[in-house]
């Protein structure tokens, strides 16, 4: 530069004058401030002031010169393209020559800025950045060499992508061997640097560290007991990453690794033990776990174990000392948003009850989520989770006696983390725990009236991971004590013991199902008396255990007495709510589950509540046109209102059948249907979809004029890439052919190669599955001649996706759709007759109707083949298939 640019004095006083102000806790001066700052960004060199304060100004107090710099990096992050070059150029130089300032608050904020140029696209447009940092890293200059290095690592952490690409001449070639070399480093600040620089690049593999690999690893263990807890800690950060995707290099060291990671785990300084304890997680999901850490089980056993008890400072954070705080009104922030979980349509499977296939909600994280979120408590207790279900009761051996000492301690954070630990290896090891339950459960019952809140609602949650078990014993035995004592949980003065019992009382609904019929007033006196008794944060969690209730017992809550308890505050809330309140997702949720139990129970609460959801859905797509008309205008709407409405809608066509008739005749909604199903947000689909069908099994007179426009939207929305989409809108296809009868003709070849597509496809899930065939089915019993002819196509995973489902309405439909299209096309199905006889065998008891259609079929491919083929063919049957065949059907 010609000559180097000056400030002018008023206006640096002017700044400076600013840069003071904004630094006090007024809000209406910092408005100001914003103004300003602002206003001062349309003068080109009003940056050239701030990078001058940051780097020049050394008579200024160092926090001003700090904030200068921050907010010249958010002018950089904004506006970088509209500087010209001379200040752009200007500011660079500067950086480059301040890197080492003397304090560590403007080297760090040199370094954030350096950063923050370089993301913007500019370490293309900076060929000499990296080159320069690097010759910095050799300084004898202690201050310039960690500078350097911490602006070398937050670009590493920013641009890792770009560094290991061809548009750079791929710098890591030089960088990655110069970082390993200070590793040996005499300034502990500095090896962290050189650690957390190469960390950058385990995961993604990048060919320059793969190179040095057996280096980097080796120097990685020279470090393994240095003094300095953050190097520790990124020691423990890079073998947890290395675990993941270079195993083959650290099995050779695999026993030495594992007995530092448990002298770290149980580290003096927490963020240290936090990532060691990480590598026992990542360990449990290499298959060599087992065998590597079989051996070390009885030394990380107790580590892992003490890793789970509260630390003082959560107890402090928890309040864990302030037993009673029900009358404190939550703090709005404390609450996480909720997702609503749409509907999907679902077959009945032998055994019991629906099977799920979402994932528990039972981890770890209900006991204490105000907390830091992650720490070495949870960590410990999801490791030992996951290593529960690796090792299985091999893992018991070691826990057994340390559990005896923990659940009966008089201290009361040990006794606590013994009940976590119960609850931990729940799922891995309860075949082994089964024989210690009979006194455990009863042991735990008690604990759950401790006089220690947190005692009280760590109980809960273990409670509720055996709930399985509980219910499988007679019910007095456990099942009584254990619902009794919830329900004064639910009632405790602690909030944080009302959450967790609420959330176990809903698990134990989900296993116990009818077998709380008995209980339903006690139950219901609760959950209304909780009513009044809940600040907001739980009242939430409250609609989830009054609707799974509903769920578990169906028609059994549909009696007088229990539905003149459970109304009249549901509906009270109800009224209190606006519109715009994310509070009525929950409500809505609850109310769907109790109007499909109660039935024709709910028929005098369902007109309000009818309107409203018409009216949320209407008002959601208006608000969508507008957004998408005028965007800068108006915002787009929050789409779970429209969605939770739908499903509401879904549960009360559900719960009163014909009955809503009236209400849908005097509505839009299937007007307001027909925009839903083609919405962009695939849950408004999925929900529009399960809907349709269950107005088509209430009321079809409505729904049938407008079929010619909702058959095709069905037929595109066939994807199996989104799966409940494509379940939900398959299980209305199967509905709507019910109804049309041979009017469906029209409308097979939409959706028929689809199906047919969906059902041969491997990996599909099973309810998808399930629903397409009998799906396939149906539209073969209304329109046999159109479906016939593919059935050699689908009929052997058709019989072997059916065989497992129970007896129902669905499943009879559908194979009466099989016969008669078996009759049109008998050849479809001789390849595959035995998957066929099998599917048969499935039904334990047919409508008459339905069996004889079976004996035809069987009885007239055993005369079509003869008697020796036919027994030489049914010789290859298991014995059970025989066996039933000859019984029911005299084949």
Known sequence: MECEWKPDELGLQQILQLLKESQSPDTSTQRSVQQRLEQLNQFPDFNNYLIFVLTKLKSEDEPTRSLSGLILKNNVKAHYQNFPNGVSDFIKSECLQNIGDSSPLIRATVGILITTIASKGELQNWPELLPKLCQLLDSEDYNTCEGAFGALQKI?????????????????????????????????KIRSHAIACVNQFIISRTQALMLHIDPFIENLFALATDEEPEVRKNVCRALVMLLEVRLDRLLPHM??????MLLRTQDQDENV??????????????????????????????????????????????????????????????IRPRFHRSRTVAQQHEGDGIEEEEDDDDDMDDDDDTISDWNLRKCSAAALDVLANVFRDDLLAHLLPLLKELLFHPEWVVKESGILVLGAIAEGCMQGMIPYLPELIPHLVQCLSDKKALVRSITCWTLSRYAHWVVSQPPDTYLKPLMTELLKRILDSNKRVQEAACSAFATLEEEACTELVPYLAFILDTLVFAFNKYQHKNLLILYDAIGTLADSVGHHLNKPEYIQMLMPPLIAKWNQLKDEDKDLFPLLECLSSVATALQSGFLPYCEPVYQRCVNLVQKTLAQAMLHQSQPDQYESPDKDFMIVALDLLSGLAEGLGGTIDQLVARSNILTLMYQCMQDKMPEVRQSSFALLGDLTKACFEHVKPCIADFMPILGTNLNPELISVCNNATWAIGEISIQMGAEMQPYVAMVLHQLVEIINRPNTPKTLLENTAITIGRLGYVCPQEVAPMLQQFIRPWCTSLRNIRDNEEKD?????????????????????????????????????????????????????????WRRFSDQFPMPLKERLATFYGV
């Open 813 to 869: 439909s559908a194979f009466r759709g099989i016969c008669t299209m078996i009759s049109v096309n008998p050849g479809g199905v001789v390849q595959d007759f035995i998957f066929f006889c099998d599917a048969v065998a499935s039904w334990v008891n047919p409508k008459d109707d339905l069996r004889d259609m079976f004996y035809k079929i069987l009885h007239g491919f055993k005369n079509q083949v003869g008697e020796d083929n």
């Open 255 to 260: 026993h030495n690794i594992i007995e530092y």
């Open 273 to 334: 033990a936090l990532e060691a304890c990480e590598f026992w997680l990542t360990l449990a999901e290499q298959p060599v776990c087992k065998e590597v850490l079989g051996g070390h089980l009885s030394q990380l056993t107790p580590v892992l174990v003490n890793g789970m008890k509260y630390s003082e400072i959560d107890i402090i954070l928890l309040k864990g000392d302030c037993e009673e705080d029900e009358a404190i009104p939550d703090n709005e922030q404390d």
């Open 156 to 188: 590493c952490e920013d641009s890792a992508e770009i560094l290991d690409s061809d548009m750079l001449d791929r710098p890591l070639n030089i960088m990655i061997p110069k970082f390993l070399q200070f590793f040996k480093h005499n300034s502990p």
